[in-house]
Nanobody, 127 residues
Framework: EVQLVESGGGSVQAGGSLTLSCTAF????????VGWYRQPSGNECELIST????????YTASSVQGRFTISRDSAKNTVFLHMTSLKREDTAVYYC????????????????????WGQGAQVTVSS
C-alpha cells in the first residue's frame, strides 16, 4: 500500500526543538518532490517548505526561515522536518506530502497538487 506515515509530533516549550519524520511506503522518497504544510486550529493551511527529488530546498516560508529545515535519509526512505527556536505561533497540525500530481489535481487536507499525504502530526508549543 502506498502511504506516508508521520511521526515525531508532541509538545515543547517555546525556544525548543522538534523533528518530524515522514516515511514513505510503496514508493521511493528519493524519486519524488516533498512538501511540508501546517494547519493551525481554525485556520487555513500554510506551505512551509518544498524539497525537490534532487535534494534541493526550493521554498521556505518567511515565517520559518532560519528555523526550519528539511533533510532526507534515503536508507530510511524518510524525509525530516527539523524545527528549532519554536514559537507559540508554530502550534499546528503538520502534514507532509509527496509526489506532485502531473495532472495538476489538488488533493489532501491542504488541497495541494501532491498525490500522497501523511496523516498529520500535532505540534504544540507552550510559553
Amino acid at each position: 500500500e502506498v502511504q506516508l506515515v508521520e511521526s515525531g509530533g508532541g509538545s515543547v516549550q517555546a525556544g525548543g526543538s522538534l523533528t518530524l519524520s515522514c516515511t514513505a511506503f510503496g514508493f521511493t522518497i528519493d524519486d519524488v518532490d516533498v512538501g511540508w504544510y501546517r494547519q493551525p486550529s481554525g485556520n487555513e493551511c500554510e506551505l512551509i517548505s518544498t524539497f525537490s527529488n534532487d535534494g534541493t530546498t526550493y521554498y521556505t516560508a518567511s515565517s520559518v526561515q532560519g528555523r526550519f529545515t528539511i533533510s532526507r535519509d534515503s536508507a530510511k526512505n524518510t524525509v525530516f522536518l527539523h524545527m528549532t527556536s519554536l514559537k507559540r505561533e508554530d502550534t499546528a497540525v503538520y502534514y507532509c506530502a509527496a509526489d506532485i500530481a502531473e495532472s495538476g489535481a489538488r488533493g489532501g487536507i491542504c488541497s495541494a497538487v501532491y498525490n500522497y499525504w501523511g496523516q498529520g502530526a500535532q505540534v504544540t508549543v507552550s510559553s
